[in-house]
């Protein structure tokens, strides 16, 4: 066996020092043909030569089965709300580690006197520079067990979670526990078909299918219908990949982006996620729960559906490189506890309470996918607005811990049953991409609700914009229906 692998490489080395002295023969295909038998003949004789080289004390790395990978043959890289490196500079064997940080500056015409931005999960301050986020972690892998922790710093831990009730169910301050983790679990790889994933923690979630770190997102200021769907997930999930193409991913969770639970069940749903080629993907999130605070017989459901085409790739070009669409549409509603899903019920039934919107983008690529333009938007309703982004400071009808004086009803916007609310959006960026790891962002929004939402020049939080400043009486928070705003985003993941 050696003595046939010996032949192999002397005859490599061979002919590799005739090639570097310069000396290239005529004829140099009848060497390369004496290459190709020497090595056909020596796997011929001895089939196990590679596998066995280790234990032979050859120095040949063992040839073993491959691995089942669930979608490596599939380009993920231009998708909306995916992951858009081709390759991972740091990875190991063991850990694989992650840093992505979020900049923006945010300019808002209505120039409110806070810097406070209402109804969004990307942003927080107007006309400023802003840590938007910061992510410190990695992923850990060893003899399948598995378990990714990733750090949030920046104002998207103070955004995201403003909107959770279940904090103020019980004991400990839940919103602070997790407040500074984006994701944090652990669990265990089964090698059955292309996988089966178990784990427990805190996950991302699918639902709107923009991706938590706007790194991946085609679009910086979100749709209506992503910005008030869940970012996060706290519970469990079984990841099953039954071919090499489809994902079915159950949860069982607390509730809908919530730290712990608003009543006594848990929050139920699944991802199942098909992309059989690199231009087409389709995917579908289902979630059933009891998600209204001290209301247990109100139920909550909610679907929401994406497709993904790459219509055109040239990734050669120096013009148009690429181009491809994102479609999403969600329908969802509440019923029970005083609210009656898609129609308005009796006295006891309660109103309609219901939730359907969309959004398209469209992406075009340019000079060997280094520049980008996008374009798209959305539409949302939502009757008894039980989805809708609480407007911020003195305008949100949540209790606040600060304001404990603070009463439903008193200030401008509320969520009552019957309330109703309707929004539109559309925006227009243009990227420059120079490598995987970067990106530089300009963006226009325009968003328009049916009854006012959005911060206006007298801002949300008191006559001068300061906290500290005590509440004339007959003081309200400046609300109007529609702004605009430019965004200039600095992007960076490694």
Same mark, same amino acid.
């Given at each position: 066996m050696k003595k046939h692998l010996f032949g192999i490489v002397l005859t490599v080395l061979t002919t590799v020092n005739i090639y570097a002295q310069g000396d290239v023969p005529a004829n140099r295909q009848a060497i390369i043909d004496q290459i190709k038998k020497e090595i056909l003949d020596s796997l011929r004789k001895n089939p196990g030569l590679l596998d066995k080289g280790v234990a032979e004390g050859v120095g040949t790395t063992a040839v073993q089965?491959?691995?089942?990978?669930?979608?490596?043959?599939?380009? =993920?890289?231009?998708?909306?709300?995916?992951?858009?490196?081709? %390759?991972?500079?740091? &990875?190991?064997?063991?850990?694989? $580690? *992650?840093?992505?940080?979020?900049?923006?500056? =945010?300019? *808002?015409?209505?120039? +409110?006197?806070?810097?406070t931005v209402v109804g969004s999960t990307a942003l927080a301050r107007d006309n400023e520079i802003q840590l938007s986020?910061?992510?410190?972690?990695?992923?850990?892998n060893y003899d399948h067990a598995r378990a990714k922790v990733s750090?949030?710093?920046g104002t998207r831990s103070q955004v995201i979670p403003r909107n959770d009730l279940s904090p103020y169910r019980g004991q400990y301050k839940l919103a602070d526990v997790y407040r500074y983790l984006s994701e944090a679990y652990a669990g265990y790889h089964f090698d059955k078909w292309y996988g089966i994933n178990v784990d427990a923690g805190l996950f991302l979630s699918y639902i709107g299918l923009n991706s938590y770190y706007q790194v991946e997102n085609w679009e910086y200021q979100a749709s209506f219908t992503s910005d008030n769907t869940p970012w996060f997930f706290?519970?469990?999930?079984?990841?099953?990949? $039954? =071919?090499?193409h489809l994902k079915i991913e159950p949860w069982i969770i607390n509730g809908w982006q919530s730290y712990g639970k608003f009543n006594s069940m848990p929050g139920l749903g699944a991802n199942v996620t098909w992309n059989p080629t690199s231009s087409f993907k389709i995917l579908t999130n289902n979630y059933y729960g009891k998600d209204a605070a001290g209301i247990p017989n109100r139920k909550r459901f909610h679907?929401?559906?994406?497709?993904? @085409?790459?219509?055109?790739?040239? +990734?050669?070009?120096?013009?148009?490189?690429?181009?491809?669409? *994102?479609? =999403?549409g969600d329908l969802g509603f509440e019923k029970?506890?005083? @609210?009656?899903?898609?129609? !308005?019920? !009796?006295?006891?039934?309660? +109103?309609?309470?219901?939730?359907? %919107? &969309?959004?398209v983008y469209n992406r075009i690529w340019f000079g060997k996918n280094k520049f980008a333009w996008t374009v798209g938007g959305g539409v949302m309703t939502n009757p008894g607005r039980y989805l809708v982004l609480y407007p911020t400071g003195q305008a949100s009808p949540l209790p606040d811990p600060n304001n404990p004086t603070q009463t439903e009803g008193k200030f401008p916007?509320?969520?009552? +049953?019957?309330?109703?609310?309707?929004?539109? !959006?559309?925006?227009?960026?243009?990227?420059?991409?120079?490598?995987? %790891?970067?990106?530089?962002r300009l963006e226009y929004v325009h968003r328009h609700a049916s009854v006012p939402y959005f911060a206006g020049r007298g801002g949300v939080t008191s006559p001068n914009g300061y906290t500290t400043t005590p509440l004339p $009486?007959?003081?309200?928070p400046d609300l109007v229906k529609s702004e605009d705003r430019v965004i200039l985003a600095i992007l960076f993941r490694l």
């Open positions: 089965a491959p691995a089942k990978i669930p979608f490596d043959d599939i380009e =993920t890289n231009w998708q909306n709300g995916s992951d858009r490196r081709d %390759s991972l500079p740091f &990875a190991g064997k063991y850990f694989t $580690p *992650s840093l992505m940080v979020d900049l923006n500056y =945010t300019y *808002s015409f209505r120039n +409110p006197i806070d810097n986020h910061l992510i410190l972690g990695g992923e850990f750090l949030q710093l706290n519970g469990v999930r079984i990841q099953i990949f $039954p =071919t090499k679907s929401d559906n994406s497709a993904l @085409v790459r219509y055109y790739n040239n +990734p050669g070009s120096k013009g148009i490189s690429r181009m491809a669409f *994102s479609v =999403t029970g506890g005083g @609210v009656n899903g898609f129609k !308005d019920g !009796d006295a006891a039934q309660g +109103p309609a309470q219901y939730f359907l %919107s &969309a959004m916007f509320s969520a009552n +049953p019957g309330d109703q609310f309707k929004g539109w !959006d559309c925006s227009t960026n243009f990227d420059w991409m120079p490598n995987q %790891s970067i990106a530089v $009486p007959d003081w309200r």
